[in-house]
């Protein structure tokens, strides 16, 4: 799958011209607007379980998400806690169809115990680095890019902040939504603002601003191709090993960009993302 994402070409043309299959950004919306609102931001073993609780299944064995709105947060849960609603709003609606070993799979503890950062999909997820990423081009789901003028990010589209330059064991990193950029003069802002969802500091489940000065790096992941999620749970390796020693070890973002099969856009803000049907 990686091969696959690693032959895109890069193509100057307009922004106009960026293409993606079904567009299914809004359902993450969606999916964030049936989020429970501020709380606790805490990263707990009550947080833990709170995630672990909260991703089921029902009677008929389809995959079910309730979220304990009382429960402390972290910013890694809180998005991945959105991805599986935004999944579960596809099953329903009839989109995908996952079978019971993924929806186990997709659990934080599929074989009783807690995954460590890079094994299975939550342990992606929720490492260091790059970790959604891993996911979206470990299970061929969707694709990575790198947009450091944020002309090419959609509402919606899940996004790692990186404070500083350093990735890894030293990193300084959020897991976010993105919903959109405030541009310089806007409503009395003195500078540009990235807004984005997630469990955040002293506030916890909630959208948050930030001048785009202060985010050194992203890495954007667009769901794009949620139907493979049975074949990629069913394929994926049970270790991603740069994913798992990041919390030991000092990466950089050109190592995580080419380790997650991340497309660089220029800062221009054009260049063609991946077509995918």
Not at 46 to 71: C, E, M, R, Y
Request: glycine share 10%; hydrophobic share 35%.
């Amino acid at each position: 799958m990686k091969t696959l994402l690693l032959v895109l070409v890069i193509l100057t043309s307009t922004r106009s011209n960026l293409v993606s299959a079904a567009d299914y950004n809004d359902l993450v919306l969606q999916a964030i607007a049936e989020m429970p609102q501020g709380g606790t931001y805490k990263i707990s073993k009550a947080a833990s379980s709170a995630i672990t609780q909260a991703i089921g299944s029902d009677d008929s064995g389809h995959l079910k998400v309730s979220v304990n709105p009382d429960a402390p947060s972290y910013c890694s849960g809180a998005t991945y806690l959105v991805f599986m609603k935004t999944l579960e709003k596809l099953q329903n609606n009839g989109k995908i169809s996952m079978r019971p070993k993924t929806i186990q799979a997709l659990g934080t503890s599929p074989a009783g115990s807690w995954l460590p950062d890079g094994h299975g999909i939550w342990g992606r997820w929720n490492a260091n680095g790059p970790g959604t990423a891993g996911v979206f081009s470990d299970l061929g789901i969707g694709y990575n890019f790198s947009d450091d003028s944020f002309a090419n990010a959609k509402p919606g589209d899940f996004m790692k902040v990186f404070w500083g330059q350093d990735v890894g064991k030293n990193e300084a990193g959020h897991s976010v939504i993105f919903t959109g950029v405030i541009p310089l003069g806007a409503s009395g802002d003195k500078v540009e603002q990235v807004c984005f969802w997630s469990s955040n500091t002293n506030m916890g489940f909630g959208k948050k601003c930030v001048p785009r000065t202060k985010i050194k790096n992203v890495i954007f992941s667009r769901l794009t191709t949620p139907e493979n999620i049975n074949d990629g749970s069913a394929h994926l390796k049970q270790i991603n090993t740069y994913l798992s020693t990041l919390l030991a070890k000092d990466s950089n973002i050109g190592e995580a960009r080419n380790e997650t099969s991340t497309v660089s856009v220029p800062r221009s803000g054009t260049g063609t993302l991946p077509n995918h049907h």
